[in-house]
């Protein structure tokens, strides 16, 4: 028998079409790739993709999986891989129709006898590693794997591209180093007459850093899902507690006047961060503070002793405006998480149901 949950996920699919079209005229660039990979950011790729398949000109997944997914739903627009899947999946993978990150000389070969096989040319985007060191050829090779990729039989080069390691710290200067790597890699390129459309360094951060880099094409996740989430719960039950009482494990809060604790049925299995205790939830119109440590299925509020607040009333934890309710940034700033692992962990926790808004 199905119980009905109060903690829900909206995703706001205007708001989502709405970010990537503002981005893409921001940073007038030619190709927005939207990262779709870890189902959305955990907001649901097929949805995510069928509305904002129309503002953006690629979708970039993580795996083959995804991207099946993707195409088994209908969804047509070009799908650039983020990394080289296992070789012996590639041939099976041909018919997904796909762009593929290459960095490998395996990678190179199989994929272009593959194609030969199959009387195909594969689009492929080379990724150079500029010192994230986690994929693309290194900086000391590229110019001559590009070379060989480049009159590789059955591959055609649509795209070149590299990604940072610090975009979401924007003091860090590796940030500068790594442009300064790229753009020197660029310039030996056009020096040596190479030409490579859809040249792309920035994810999110890197579009707020540096965005004259973003003209030919960038890599936006965060930036188009950020705002575009509510996450609501009730408040379930509220208790008078005397001044002095310890509340929640390790009784780390003690209200210093009486008052009344507000209960909300959402704790950490429902993606609530467990560093997330000088939070706040929106209730009734008003903010009011997550107090002691969030369990497991539940996070208290101190709601003084005001007569303003009833069980039953909606209790808003993330708002994608960050006027009634938490903002992303807000959250992250008090819990210091990763905003996409905490979308995620909404977007994965089975207690809490996903719903979709136009
Ligand atoms: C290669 C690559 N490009 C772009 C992105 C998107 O990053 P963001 O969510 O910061 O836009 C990611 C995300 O992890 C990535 O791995």
């Not at 708001?15 to 007038?28: D, G, I, M, Q, T």
């Not at 070789?87 to 018919?95: A, F, G, P, T, V």
């Not at 010192?131 to 000391?140: E, W």
């Not at 507690?241 to 210093?256: H, N």
Request: proline residues 5%; charged residues 20%.
């Amino acid at each position: 028998m199905p119980f009905d949950s109060p903690n829900i996920m909206t995703v706001h699919l205007d708001k989502l079409r709405e970010a990537a079209h503002v981005a893409k005229s921001e940073l007038n660039t030619d190709s927005l790739i939207a990262v779709i990979k870890a189902d959305a950011y955990g907001l649901g790729a097929i949805e995510v993709a069928r509305s904002i398949q129309s503002k953006v000109d690629i979708l970039a997944v993580a795996t083959l999986s995804e991207a099946a997914e993707l195409r088994d739903a209908s969804i047509m627009t070009p799908i650039l891989l983020l990394a080289e899947p296992p070789i012996s999946n590639l041939e099976k993978s041909l018919d997904l129709d796909l762009i593929y990150t290459i960095y490998t000389e395996a990678c190179r070969t199989s994929l272009s006898s593959f194609a030969s096989a199959a009387n195909m040319t594969i689009p492929v985007h080379i990724k150079v590693d500029t010192g994230m060191t986690r994929l693309g050829v290194s900086m000391d090779d590229a110019i001559h794997y590009i070379q060989d990729v480049l009159t590789t039989p059955n591959l055609s080069v649509d795209g070149l591209y590299t990604h940072l390691s610090c975009a979401d710290q924007p003091e860090n200067p590796e940030n500068k180093s790594q442009l300064n790597r790229w753009t020197t890699l660029l310039n030996e390129l056009t020096s040596q007459g190479i030409s490579i459309s859809n040249t792309h360094i920035c994810n999110s951060g890197g579009s707020r850093l540096f965005p004259e880099q973003c003209r030919q094409a960038v890599r936006l996740g965060l930036r188009l899902v950020e705002d575009a989430v509510t996450l609501s719960s009730e408040l379930r039950l509220i208790r008078f507690v005397p001044a002095g009482t310890p509340v929640s494990y390790g009784g780390l809060y003690t209200p210093a006047e009486d008052t009344r604790i507000g209960l909300i049925p959402m704790g950490y299995a429902d993606g609530i961060p467990s560093q997330y205790q000088s939070g706040r939830a929106w209730i009734n119109g008003k903010n009011v503070p997550i107090v002691g440590q969030v369990c497991m299925d539940m996070i208290m509020v101190d709601l003084g002793l005001t007569d303003h607040y009833l069980t039953g009333d909606s209790a808003i934890l993330l708002s994608p405006s960050g006027t009634d309710g938490p903002s992303l940034m807000d959250i992250i700033e008090r819990s210091n998480q990763n905003p996409r692992e905490l979308l995620i962990r909404f977007g994965q926790a089975k207690r809490v149901k996903t719903h979709y808004s136009e």
